[in-house]
């Protein structure tokens, strides 16, 4: 079968034919099948299933025709490498036995070792390097919002404990930045040496910092992770997750290609916001999916006609899919978005 590269060239800023598609959370809860898988196994016990967490992220390519798969993981899994104990408990998330509190736990993280730790997150990697006719895009979480849940020791509404850690004790703070930024490094360089065609960095809960605090306490990591894999080919994407449309000015110094967007900023303001050099990836609100089609293919179509005014756009949402997500109406999205942007670019190229 020809091999789909749309996303590819969308991230390259290259001309496309029609916008490409793909959903954050895309391989998930939303889909009968998955929650049958899920009867029987946790999310670690299917990431630690090779073939099993390769069957998951192949499903939504298959029965929603996305033009990009995920990998099925979670972006706490690397953290148990390096000497962290954690659980993901049901309608909670990641809840840390033993969260960091001080330099002496920041001091007791180890050097990642992937070849050892994360042996099954790599061969699922190349298993479905093998299989797919379109990119498969792996991912880390960023180092904040990794933080943030081993600092807390479970989500959080208000990142006390994290901005307390980061004000009161900065260099305690920066180390363990330094740490994190480590082990993310290393690993999306295995995702990419195992066939990886992009990667993305997903940077949740950032939006949580003022533009200082982000600029002073963050986005130097963010820009050390990505020098680091700026020689290496593969498309990279920055999300920095939901209300971050404040962070977007201080982006424009990041080595990557493409630039996610939450729902809060339009798509040409979050333009506007990074500079023009990048292309851009999102930004339907997942809660629009509740609403008829007719309403959905509106939204859709309003986030379509700013994406297409210039080059480098993907169809995305601005955050994860969640459970109440209608299969039909995605796979119906998903049409849509390729069959109204074929014919908006077509327009727009003939005028």
Not at 153 to 176: C, D, H, I, V
Not at 225 to 234: G, M, V
Request: glycine share 6%.
């Amino acid at each position: 079968m020809t091999f789909n590269d749309t996303f590819i060239r969308a991230c390259r800023k290259q001309p496309v034919d029609q916008v490409p598609v793909w959903y954050m959370r895309q391989a998930g809860r939303y889909d009968p099948e998955y929650r049958k898988i899920k009867e029987k196994y946790s999310l670690l016990e299917i990431c630690s299933q090779p073939e099993l967490a390769a069957e998951v992220s192949l499903m939504p390519v298959k029965k929603l025709g996305v033009d990009a798969a995920i990998l099925y993981s979670d972006i706490m899994n690397p953290v148990a490498s390096i000497g962290i104990e954690f659980d993901i408990v049901k309608n909670i998330g990641p809840v840390i036995h033993n969260p960091i509190r001080s330099v002496q736990d920041v001091d007791r993280l180890k050097p990642i070792n992937i070849e050892q730790d994360l042996s099954h997150v790599i061969q699922t990697i190349r298993i479905l390097a093998g299989e797919l006719t379109v990119p498969l895009i792996t991912f880390a979480g960023a180092p904040f919002t990794i933080a943030s849940y081993l600092i807390e020791g479970k989500p959080s509404r208000n990142y006390l404990l994290t901005k307390q850690l980061m004000y009161t004790e900065p260099a305690t703070w920066f180390k363990l930045m330094d740490k994190l930024g480590d082990m993310v490094i290393a690993y999306l360089k295995a995702h990419i040496a195992a066939g990886a065609k992009t990667i993305q960095l997903f940077d949740s809960w950032v939006g949580a910092l003022s533009p200082e605090d982000f600029q002073t306490f963050v986005l130097p990591t963010i820009q050390r992770i990505f020098e680091a894999l700026s020689h290496l080919p593969q498309p990279k994407i920055y999300f920095p997750g939901v209300s971050s449309g404040e962070l977007l000015p201080y982006l424009a110094s990041l080595q990557v290609d493409v630039i996610g967007l939450d729902w809060r900023v339009s798509i040409r303001e979050g333009r506007r916001r990074v500079g023009h050099r990048y292309a851009v990836q999102g930004n339907l609100d997942p809660v629009v999916l509740t609403a008829p089609m007719p309403v959905i293919e509106k939204y859709a179509r309003e986030i379509i006609d700013q994406g297409i005014e210039q080059p480098g756009y993907i169809f995305n949402l601005g955050h994860g899919l969640f459970p109440e997500a209608s299969l039909d109406k995605l796979r119906e999205l998903t049409e849509f978005v390729h069959e109204y942007s074929r014919s908006a670019i077509k327009a727009v190229t003939q005028a």
